[in-house]
């Protein structure tokens, strides 16, 4: 229990951190989001409107110290500001419209990846040396190595662009259907995804092969896997009941960390399929200086990070008996 | 029981140098991830001297696909994208090796620093270091870069250095503190040697093997987050960098002009020497631990013996 509550203080502390550099980062950099955006018009605004602007956009010329406590102020009340890409909806509501496609695109591609990659894992491992060994694992290092957008591009250009099999970007089919929860829409919706979706899943699944792959490995060199052969169990028994069920702990562990980064998503990803998710939201706001909305997501993105390692922590405590006894 | 003779058998996985040379020669994924990433850097060397069109200039040959005289076809404004990859092969090599080495120092003197001196030196530096392990790295790179008014190669490099350096020096911290109480360091503490001179030549230099693998790895992050950052428009879109060419491609609408050539060398190249990267990476894990790299064969008539004999124990004695 003492090693939980460390744990938590710790996140507590690196909460405070990602928000203290939240803050900080724009402000060490020069110029304000209102002179950027006038920047963006050439200049051409008078001084008066200027000052209007940086009242919406919630510029201050305070002390630092001062806008620093009113910017926790205004987190502790849910306020992250203006976005000025959606000008004028406050950032909560442009997070709340995009976090949902996020979640679910990412969220079922990891679902299924890490299915997937971890069975591979244990398959390739059973037929270690073997044909299928030899040339998996070679394809799954160069396939760790492909950068996702480009992977993306090259789906979007054969399956999107050349064959027509699937649409070219957005999210759902805006002309013709409504967003609710119908039959159509989840249809629609569905296609969409669904190059996103394996890009995502091709991208991820050589990361949990090869884990499982090594971790399988090495479990499988333990003595009570030998005992359990010379027991006479059958191969399929030792490799499930015992040695797959406690190499699966390094994969069971990072799972729970990446739902964390399920937030974050793939930001390239979503960037290339023009996907209405976070990762999206993070292009505009670069392109269009949208400095409340970047913060806005950089926060919930920390805090996603950080709920799901403690959730890991957690788990590793439970599924571990040896982190149990050792730390007390 | 025939395990392959090797010098580092003991499971901290410590390697010296001499051993470097060995797996070059020994361990067939290394060397192919050496024939791999030593091709991108002599083209990155000496590829430029040998290109004679301004990868910038536009001509009269607007978006073709390969040819004969355009062997990787051109952009939209005519540019020869052959030139431009070897061109941009030197901006990529020398950001990915360079962001790479900075990070690594910086991860190896935190590293060093906080497992060598213990207290509350190591809890502090644990704690930052720990902090920037959770920070989500490419959001917060992406924040960063954003907001630094300078846009280029440099804002990127720098950017990437303080979201990155964290996980190597965990790894280092880990291991210092195993090698802090070897006895080849309690006697050079003994006879008077400076802390700093401890550091640097008496555990540092048994570290060498694990530096060079955890090189790799940040170098292959390196490349990978730069040319995603490049991608997203965060750099000078007038340099030329693989990363570079890809924004530019998805900039011009490559995808639905059909331009696959455009889109597909940068791609290629980034994975290709990635993959180069990794070989090596890997290479190094099966020396460092020989179980991953234990032929099934091997296993396998080992396991028959040991059952024969469990076997045999069991009807001798029952």
Same mark, same amino acid.
């Given at each position: ?20 550099? @939240?803050?900080? !980062? ?5 110029? @304000? ?45 849910? @306020? ?56 998996? +694992? ?37 002309? @013709? ?43 499988? +060199? ?35 960390? +990446?739902?964390?980064?399920?937030? +974050?998503?793939? !930001? ?32 919930? !993105? ?27 | ?16 140098? /001499? ?9 067939? $994924? ?85 497992? #060598? #001196? ?13 902090? =920037? ?66 550091? =640097? ?19 292959? #992050? ?73 032929? /099934? ?6 396991? $028959? ?14």
């Amino acid at each position: 229990m003492r090693h939980i509550l460390r744990r938590i203080l710790f996140y507590l502390v690196a909460l405070w951190a990602s928000v203290t550099l @939240n803050f900080l !980062i724009p402000h060490l950099a020069p110029g @304000n989001p209102a002179q950027a955006l006038v920047g963006k018009m050439h200049g051409r605004v008078a001084p008066q409107a200027l000052h209007a602007l940086e009242i919406s956009l919630g510029v201050s010329h305070d002390p630092l110290y001062i806008q620093y406590f009113q910017y926790i102020l205004n987190l502790i009340h849910g @306020n992250l500001g203006i976005s000025v890409t959606y000008m004028p909806t406050p950032v909560t509501d442009v997070l709340a419209q995009e976090l949902p496609w996020t979640i679910v695109l990412v969220g079922v591609s990891l679902v299924i990846s890490f299915v997937i990659g971890t069975i591979l894992g244990i398959v390739v491992v059973w037929w270690r040396g073997a044909l299928m060994d030899t040339i998996l +694992s070679p394809f799954f290092t160069f396939l760790s190595a492909i950068p996702y957008f480009w992977l993306a591009l090259i789906l979007l250009y054969y399956f999107g662009a050349q064959l027509g099999w699937f649409p070219l970007h957005g999210g759902y089919d805006a002309d @013709n259907i409504d967003q609710g929860w119908t039959i159509d829409f989840i249809l629609s919706a569905a296609q969409y995804a669904f190059l996103p979706a394996l890009t995502i899943v091709i991208g991820s699944i050589s990361g949990w092969m090869l884990g499982m792959r090594n971790a399988m490995i090495t479990t499988l +060199s333990e003595d009570y896997v030998l005992m359990a052969e010379a027991k006479g169990l059958t191969t399929w028994r030792v490799m499930t009941s015992y040695a797959a069920r406690n190499a699966i702990l390094p994969n069971v562990t990072q799972f729970a960390l +990446s739902i964390g980064f399920v937030v +974050s998503g793939s !930001i390239l990803t979503e960037v290339v399929f023009s996907y209405p998710g976070i990762g999206y939201a993070t292009l505009q706001a670069v392109q269009s200086l949208d400095y409340s909305l970047l913060q806005g997501i950089f926060l919930v !993105i920390s805090i996603a990070v950080l709920v799901a390692n403690l959730m890991a922590d957690v788990l590793y405590v439970i599924l571990d008996p040896r982190v149990r006894t050792g730390k007390g | 029981m025939s395990i392959p003779s090797v010098t580092a058998t003991k499971p901290s996985r410590m390697l010296r140098l /001499r051993d470097l040379w060995q797996m070059l020669t020994q361990n067939r $994924k290394v060397l192919v991830g050496v024939i791999i990433v030593g091709f991108f850097a002599l083209v990155g060397l000496f590829g430029p001297f040998f290109v004679t069109i301004d990868p910038g200039e536009p001509s009269k040959d607007l978006l073709q696909a390969p040819s004969a005289a355009h062997w990787l076809g051109t952009t939209q404004q005519g540019q020869d994208i052959l030139a431009q990859m070897i061109i941009g092969t030197r901006l990529s090599m020398v950001m990915g090796i360079g962001i790479g080495i900075v990070t690594m120092i910086i991860s190896v003197i935190v590293g060093l620093v906080s497992g #060598y #001196y213990g207290g509350w030196i190591d809890e502090v530096l644990s704690l930052i270091t720990n902090v =920037f392990l959770v920070l989500p790295t490419l959001p917060l790179a992406i924040l960063l870069a954003a907001f630094v008014a300078y846009k280029g190669p440099l804002t990127i490099a720098v950017v990437l250095i303080v979201t990155g350096w964290s996980w190597g020096a965990r790894v280092m911290r880990a291991q210092t503190l195993s090698m802090r109480n070897r006895d080849s360091v309690e006697a050079a503490r003994a006879s008077g040697e400076s802390s700093l001179r401890i550091i =640097f030549f008496e555990i540092f230099p048994n570290e060498i093997a694990i530096v060079a693998a955890q090189l790799l790895g940040t170098v292959i #992050y390196a490349i990978l987050a730069e040319t995603g950052l490049e991608f997203l428009g965060l750099s000078n879109g007038n340099s030329i960098s693989w990363g570079i060419i890809l924004y530019w491609a998805g900039n011009n609408d490559a995808l639905t002009l059909g331009a696959w050539w455009w889109f597909l060398s940068p791609g290629l190249c980034i994975a290709l020497l990635g993959a180069g990267l990794a070989l090596i990476n890997f290479g190094i894990d099966e020396i460092a631990n020989p179980r991953l790299r234990m032929e /099934r064969k091997n296993l396998k008539n080992e396991r $028959k013996a040991l059952k024969k004999q469990v076997q045999a124990v069991q009807k001798g004695t029952l």
